[in-house]
C-alpha cells in the first residue's frame, strides 16, 4: 500500500500512468482480498503490527480511496470490487457470526481499526467519493448488455 502510494505522490501524471502500466491489477486485488481475509478471521492485530512494524490502517484506506478514485489506473470492476469489500470489512464488526457496523461488536484490535478510520478526517472525506466512484463503475458494467 506504502508503495502503490508512493507511485500516485509522483508529480508527474504521465510517470503515475506509466508506473502503473506496469503493475499488475492483481496487485490492488490481492491487498484487498488479504486484508479482507485478515479482518473477517479477526485477526486484525496482524494489520496493527508493533513499533516500527505498525502500518497505519490510515495508508490502507488511503490506498484503497485513492485507486477507487483513478479509474484511468484501474480500471477492472473486479478489483474495485475487492477495495469497496475491504473497506466495508474496515467498518464491519463481527463477533459470534453477528455482523453490524461501527464499533464495539469485534476484537479490541479491529475496534481500534474501526476507530482509526472513523475517527480521521481526511479518510471520511475521501471515503465517500471513493465509494460512490466504485458503485457508480460497478453499475455501469452490470448494465451492459452483452447479447446486442
Known sequence: AVWLMS???HPNPEAVREAYACIPESVAKNLGM???????WNRADLLAGAGSTALPVTVLVECATALLLRRDLVRSPIVHARL??????FLRSTRHGARSLGTGAGSSAHDALVGAVLGNADVLRRIVPALMSAYVAMDAV???????
Open 7 to 9: 507511485i500516485l505522490d
Open 34 to 40: 488479504w486484508v479482507t481475509h485478515v479482518l473477517r
Open 84 to 89: 469497496t469489500e475491504m473497506l466495508e470489512n
Open 142 to 148: 452490470e448494465g451492459i448488455d452483452v447479447e446486442a
